[in-house]
């Protein structure tokens, strides 16, 4: 899946190249330009962003503070013309510092860096040994929970939260049902409704639009019917 990139800064000669720049790399999707910090936060608060390319002069809110205001950023790229402000840059975890006017061999550089350790970092946890695949959700401003996956039940559309019903708990997360059901283990969970995504080893019973889980009975959207009653009495046959 392509990294969902943001650029922000004041110039839009500085956008348009690296705008350009992110265009030739297939592993990246631009998602949005912001041409000061302000915007930039307000645009985090409810969409989820993997990458930012972040100049440092910017009115209002320079890039320096706009990385001490946000809780949990994403991999950040500066990119700026001052040099001087790479060692606060790092300090706040930026991932690489790019010096304007960038080449693009040097951006590649950075970009292929971060592929590389989002890649890294996914084989590792992918075949690490002696534990049960499980994912992060970040279920306060500061706190990240870790769930097993196989301890899934249901996962419940809240309009902008989700709800996520394990064995053993219930979480409510700021994320979208769609985007949390990307990053589910696509042969072992299932969008039955707009509403729900369900672990299809979980279901106990089907019957005409509704299956049951754990005790609950849940309706199957009529446009997800036909795929959903395939994939569990299949799976269940197997």
């Keep these: 899946m392509a990294l969902r990139v943001i650029i922000i800064d004041d110039e839009p000669l500085a956008i348009n190249v690296l705008k350009n720049y992110v265009e030739q790399v297939s592993q990246l999707k631009l998602v949005q330009t912001f041409s000061n910090a302000v915007d930039a936060s307000l645009f985090l608060q409810e969409n989820e962003?993997?990458?930012?390319?972040?100049?440092i002069n910017m009115p209002i809110l320079d890039g320096l503070k706009f990385l001490e205001a946000i809780h949990a950023?994403?991999?950040?790229?500066?990119?700026?013309?001052?040099?001087?402000?790479a060692l606060k840059g790092f300090e706040l975890e930026a991932i690489d510092y790019l010096v304007k006017p960038i080449p693009f061999p040097r951006f590649l550089k950075s970009v292929n860096r971060i592929i590389s350790l989002r890649l890294g970092a996914s084989k590792t946890s992918s075949q690490t040994l002696n534990e049960k695949p499980s994912i992060f959700v970040k279920v306060d401003k500061k706190k990240l929970q870790k769930i097993f996956i196989d301890?899934?039940?249901v996962v419940e559309s809240l309009k902008d939260y989700i709800r996520?019903?394990?064995?053993?708990?219930?979480y409510i997360i700021h994320k979208t049902l769609g985007s949390f059901t990307e990053e589910l283990p696509s042969d072992k969970f299932l969008r039955i409704h707009r509403s729900y995504t369900i672990a299809i080893d979980k279901v106990e019973s089907v019957e005409g639009n509704s299956l049951e889980i754990d005790g609950i009975r849940y309706i199957i959207g009529r446009s997800y019917l036909n795929e959903a009653k395939s994939r569990i009495l299949n799976d269940t046959i197997t």
Excluded: G, N
């Excluded at 962003?49 to 100049?55: A, M, N, S």
């Design 49 to 55: 962003v993997d990458l930012i390319f972040l100049d």
């Design 73 to 85: 950023p994403p991999m950040i790229v500066i990119t700026t013309a001052h040099e001087e402000y």
């Design 151 to 153: 301890e899934i039940l």
């Design 164 to 170: 996520i019903k394990t064995t053993s708990a219930k």
